[in-house]
């Protein structure tokens, strides 16, 4: 069985330069080649830095952006060669949440208006059925019906995202690209629309592109993990192994960079030799040599191929030196 | 003594909605050495806090009182304009959530650097210049003779939040207030920052106060928390102890609301309901509403910040009862 989602090279370039006499002469690669997949019911975490593409990626799924390579294939569909009403119909199998509550929902329509527009759209809804399925709707994601004539600006963060959560599960999608969903939250609230998602995920068999810079939300929600660098991923892998045991410096320089909630442990900084940004771009060869404690001449010449640890596991990396203890 | 010593300090904003007590009767002492975190969630009062003491809040719409206030033993007065000048950015110093906006992006990095030198010290340009690539050099810029010729704009942001620790750094100030430094920036970047304070602040002594939200950030960098709620500070701990065992019922449920905290699959605690609107009077403990040991007189006594163990406090009605806490559990030491 083919999975839900899966991408095959996925490429996306933006010109670095809109206009003047520049246009269109630089083009700077923000999605590198990226092949995922998800499958049915199957979350999969996708980190990453702030500017790695983690975001376009997702934005290309739903082709809010073209592509400029690459395939993606929404359960057996290939998205490039669908428009008009068919790819209205193949859209309502993925929705997004998006980062800021505040931002994704129309502060002039009411919460009833937001919720019901893609029901009218998608499922043609009308009148009392309208009513009732958003009603539904709305206590599926542990809000009272009666809120529902209620403005978004009545609501708190992280009821406004659990607004936005019920727009998506509206048009009845099997795969959410869920960008950053929790982070402008605060901790308690955070929580609510974790365990949220979690229980969508228990009850629903729904499948998630989980975006985030944060390890910790990402593996408390995740059956997978891929981990991305400046358009490409560099890790990826089951959950457990790919915490347990990171094969890519990255990965281990991101994990140890996280601040633990414990005392006990003491706090180390990753053993890193610049910042994301103040390092130049790299166009051939391992884009993270420039970072990486490990790098060696070899890392400049060959380009690293997302490859299998063993060729019986499902845990991959795309570093030259991914068999070897870190120093 | 104490290089920072607030005693009951209240901000209050009087808007059309009626006074909000942003800040309501917190005490604050930091000694030498020492980075105390501040932690709560959005709203709670932790950054007036530090603007309070730093007379950074406009005076009106802002009422700011205390019953004392001191800086290095010397007493000081938020109110008078002049003499703040003379300690801000000289004695006492801050640095901001976002860098990119905290630096001018008119001004070459020397001079930004350079000036709280100019200002404070009297020093001329030509001799203030080497201390600033001094300072560059110290906050671990690479390159620093030509980067210090550039703009912001030609910063990332770690960088940039360099070049404010750096311009914050180079009076030698007693206090630095760090807000949010490193919620704008990227994991691995923030843990550089954090090693560089930590590192910073071993060799120039100087007492740092931390506002965050990321219980994380405590645990690695802070010798003591404070956790505020609703305007006013609920407990108060050496940061062991505060992780090992949190007295108060909203410091219990921020950290068993952490995913970090959590195993897989096992639901996360929420904290029901929202913060209280902080224009409404509040009787007794402001967190009641939402506590799951709340009793009814919860809200109607007064809460007081009370010894709970060593150099630990919290204001519960539990605590005030000796139903919990060391005391409560094992007698008087």
């Not at chain 2, 700011?64 to 003379?86: C, F, I, N, Q, W």
């Not at chain 2, 407990?235 to 609301?257: G, I």
């Amino acid at each position: 069985m083919s999975p839900l989602l899966d991408l095959c090279g996925v490429t996306v370039e933006f010109a670095t330069a809109e206009s003047g006499p520049r246009r269109g002469r630089s083009r700077m690669r923000a999605v590198d080649g990226v092949s995922l997949s998800v499958s049915d019911g199957e979350i999969v975490g996708l980190v990453g830095e702030s500017g790695c593409g983690k975001t376009t990626l997702a934005r290309a799924i739903v082709k809010l952006v073209p592509l400029a390579g690459g395939t993606i294939h929404l359960d057996g569909r290939d998205m490039g060669a669908l428009s008009g009403a068919k790819l209205r119909a193949a859209r309502s199998t993925v929705q997004m949440i998006f980062q800021d509550p505040y931002a994704s929902l129309n502060p002039r329509m009411t919460v009833f208006d937001a919720i019901a527009e893609p029901l009218r759209v998608h499922r043609r809804l009308r009148g009392k059925a309208l009513v009732e399925e958003t009603g539904r709707l709305m206590e599926s994601v542990g809000l009272a019906r009666r809120l529902v004539r209620k403005y978004p600006h009545e609501f708190s963060g992280g009821q406004r995202q659990r607004i936005a959560v019920a727009r998506a599960l509206a048009v009845r999608p099997r795969l959410i690209l869920a960008d950053e969903p929790v982070s402008s939250l605060d901790v308690s609230i955070q929580a609510q629309v974790l365990n949220l998602l979690s229980d969508l995920k228990n009850r629903m068999k729904l499948a998630m592109l989980f975006i985030s810079h944060d390890l910790s939300v990402v593996r408390y929600l995740s059956h997978r993990i891929a981990v991305m660098y400046r358009g490409r991923i560099v890790e990826e892998g089951d959950a457990k192994p790919v915490f347990e045991t990171p094969a890519h410096p990255y990965t281990r320089a991101l994990m140890s960079a996280i601040p633990v909630p414990d005392p006990s442990r003491p706090f180390r900084p990753p053993p890193l030799r610049s910042d994301a940004l103040s390092a130049g771009t790299l166009t051939h060869g391992c884009r993270f040599r420039d970072r990486c404690p490990m790098a060696t001449e070899a890392c400049a010449e060959l380009d690293p191929k997302l490859e299998a640890l063993h060729p019986s596991s499902s845990h991959r990396a795309a570093c030259l030196r991914k068999h070897e203890k870190p120093a | 003594m104490p290089i920072l010593s607030a005693v009951n300090l209240r901000t209050h904003f009087h808007t059309r909605h009626g006074v909000v007590r942003a800040v309501d009767g917190v005490s604050l002492s930091v000694e030498q050495n020492e980075i105390v975190g501040i932690v709560g969630e959005s709203g709670c009062g932790k950054t007036v806090l530090c603007q309070s003491i730093m007379g950074l809040i406009p005076v009106p719409p802002a009422h700011v009182s205390y019953d004392k206030m001191s800086l290095d033993g010397e007493p000081l007065h938020t109110a008078d304009e002049r003499a703040m000048r003379a300690i801000r950015g000289n004695h006492m110093t801050m640095i901001f959530q976002d860098p990119m906006t905290a630096l001018n992006p008119y001004m070459r990095i020397s001079d930004q650097i350079a000036e709280p030198l100019r200002i404070h010290r009297g020093t001329r340009r030509a001799d203030a210049l080497p201390k600033a690539l001094d300072a560059l050099k110290a906050v671990g810029i690479p390159q620093p003779e030509s980067r210090i010729r550039q703009y912001p704009h030609e910063f990332s942001g770690g960088m940039r939040q360099r070049v404010c620790i750096a311009m914050a750094l180079i009076t030698e100030p007693k206090l630095l207030f760090a807000d949010e430094p490193t919620t704008a920036l990227d994991v691995t970047v923030q843990a550089q920052i954090l090693a560089l304070l930590k590192e910073l602040q071993a060799r120039y002594g100087v007492a740092i106060v931390f506002v965050t939200h990321d219980f994380g950030v405590v645990a690695g960098l802070c010798d003591r928390v404070m956790v505020m709620y609703a305007g006013k500070v609920v407990e108060s701990a050496p940061t062991a102890a505060l992780f090992a065992r949190p007295e108060h019922p909203y410091t219990e449920a921020l950290l068993r609301a952490l995913p970090a905290r959590a195993a897989r699959g096992q639901g996360l605690r929420t904290i029901a309901g929202q913060p209280p609107d902080l224009a409404r009077q509040i009787d007794g403990c402001a967190f009641a509403p939402r506590c799951e040991y709340a009793t009814p007189e919860c809200t109607s006594v007064e809460m007081k910040l009370s010894a709970c163990g060593s150099g630990h406090t919290t204001a519960c009605l539990r605590m005030q009862k000796g139903e919990i806490g060391e005391l409560g559990n094992r007698g008087a030491e």
